[in-house]
């Protein structure tokens, strides 16, 4: 624990982000004059099966892991083998693009993955280099950097936003992505708007994002029904579009290919597309799209 002091530590949320009640926001416009703007989000991570697996799907024997973990890192690997593939025909076939949440490494572990996003000019954001708490990384500012690099490499761009492995950051990780040139993440789930966060390097942007609107929480976390995901998602889309009438609202729909790709789910997330799709003044947006907008609307500071 940090030794006392007489000013707060940057780790807490007052301390980054002063509290501000959403009625008093200023009134922002979308494109188009739309309520509410979607972004979906698919999240491709590399996992190691000689570690134990950050969530199973078949407990291991005698609540002891045994490595290699073979049954929990085959059901991650389906999702990159076969379960990617059904999101991005779900989601390009609607002519959308979605914020492809990757992991550095996948550009040269799954390459046919993070090609296949890039061919479909879908938005690069950084999730970490591999798969691992920020907490636990040992050098923070290489893994960050690296994952910048590797991606700018990949794609002829950097990374304009990022999203933590599992939305962790400690102290120095906010600082240490506004250094690396990162220009809005995704980790703080706290309003429904963005909002300027602070840092040693001038002011970092939050884009809304979720962990309840998030496959990992409603399957691998609450072990819903194969058809939750999209419930949950339709009563929160029909709300923030109601409620878009007064101010602007940002909806993210968050997914993983070893969840939400697999046969028995994904009809369920065709019909939650079509669901947004029907509706009028719905702006389809990449995280990118929402940061750019917002700092238009509000006068935010650039990225």
């Not at 892991?65 to 990159?80: R, V």
Request: aromatic residues 8%.
């Amino acid at each position: 624990m940090d030794a006392p002091s007489s000013t707060p530590s940057k780790a807490l949320l007052s301390a980054r982000a002063p509290y501000l009640a959403f009625p008093d926001r200023p009134r922002l416009h979308l494109p188009g004059n739309a309520r509410v703007a979607v972004w979906i989000i698919v999240n491709v991570e590399e996992w190691s099966i000689a570690r134990a697996m950050p969530r199973t799907v078949l407990p291991p024997p005698m609540g002891q892991p045994l490595m290699p973990d073979l049954p929990n890192g085959a059901w991650h690997e389906y999702g990159m083998r076969v379960g990617f593939w059904r999101l991005l025909k779900a989601i390009e076939s609607r002519g959308l693009r979605a914020t492809f949440a990757v992991n550095g490494h996948v550009c040269r572990s799954y390459e046919r993955v993070a090609r296949a996003a890039r061919d479909a000019g879908w938005e690069f954001m950084g999730h970490g280099y591999v798969q691992q708490p920020m907490h636990h990384v040992e050098d923070q500012r290489k893994a960050i950097f690296d994952t910048v690099e590797t991606i700018r490499d990949f794609t002829g761009r950097p990374p304009p936003g990022w999203e933590s492995p599992g939305l962790t950051e400690n102290d120095q990780t906010l600082d240490l992505l506004k250094e690396a040139g990162v220009g809005y993440v995704a980790n703080w789930v706290i309003d429904d708007l963005p909002l300027e966060l602070s840092t040693a390097h001038g002011p970092m942007l939050s884009v809304p994002y979720s962990v309840e609107t998030n496959d990992i929480v409603v399957h691998a976390v609450q072990h819903q029904p194969s058809d939750a995901f999209l419930h949950r998602c339709a009563l929160q889309f029909d709300r923030l579009w109601e409620e878009g009438a007064d101010n602007a609202k940002v909806m993210a729909i968050s997914t993983h290919p070893y969840l939400t790709g697999v046969p028995h789910r994904i009809g369920y997330f065709e019909e939650l597309l079509d669901h947004v799709l029907a509706r009028r003044q719905v702006a389809m947006m990449t995280g990118e799209e929402v940061a750019d907008w917002y700092r238009g609307a509000s006068g935010a500071g650039p990225g």
